[in-house]
């Protein structure tokens, strides 16, 4: 199968992100993903984009964030991508879900925000980041289900 | 997203519909906090019409658990769908909510 690609460009306002996420959901569905599987990508390009949104453009409209996805025989690879500054080098590698303390009833303690990235990185089979020339993208992949998983 | 409310003996029921992301989060937190302004602090959060959440609507229910839970309030959560309750065991907070199959039951557990 030649690789599929759709591009979308969207405003950098958060309203925005569903419009993607869910025509990723969508297109992950068409390819056979489970609906849990399709979810969770969609989740976790609502997660990039949203997080292009708020670090690279600090949470103001006026600026594009581009997602590519592109879906091979093997995979499906979305490219989300900004321009401005680059998120700082290890911030992927050290990305973890945290979860909360061992003491549950610290509720103090349990943070609101920094879940993105792991989540990612918990759901995704690979994320990669790179930045040149002013032009950051985060690649996020996943294999495609086998056929026997691919009819739930 | 939308919200309705209805106070059911002395629990706030808030029915939340649509998506809980990065552009409704603020609106829950909100609405908690206008309830514990008023000193209305035992919520449940009826999510069966929430088809989607994210970190940010994650960030939003942590954040109400703690703006009620200094005043002695608790927040319970119901009605989850399956792809939103995963999301919530893989960031491990289903260890922090009481979480029930429904509103009525999640009330009943004040």
Known sequence: MDPKCVTFIIDSDVKNVPLVGMSVNRLCRAASYSALDA???????????????????????????????????????????????????????????????????????????GRGLGIIRKIMDSVA?????????????????????ASA | MEIDHEAINHVE????????????ARQLKDKVGSLGQENRVNLVVDMAGVDFIDSSGLGSLVSSLRTV???GGDVKLSGLQDQVRSVLELTRLDRIFGIYDDSTTAAKSF
């Open chain 1, 39 to 113: 979810f969770n990508i969609e989740l976790c390009v609502v997660e990039a984009v949203t997080n292009s949104i708020r670090h690279c453009y600090g949470g103001k409209g006026g600026h594009e964030v581009t997602v590519i996805l592109t879906l091979t025989n093997r995979e499906i690879v979305v490219d989300v991508c900004d321009v401005g500054p680059p998120i700082s080098p290890g911030v992927l590698e050290g990305a973890v879900i945290q979860g909360p303390p061992g003491d549950v009833a610290d509720i103090e303690n349990i943070p609101e925000r």
């Open chain 1, 129 to 149: 980041y790179r930045s040149e020339d002013g032009k950051n993208c985060l690649t996020l992949r996943k294999r495609l289900p086998t056929k026997e998983k």
């Open chain 2, 13 to 24: 029921v808030l029915y939340l519909r649509g998506r809980l992301d990065a552009a409704s």
């Open chain 2, 69 to 71: 839970n200094k005043v």
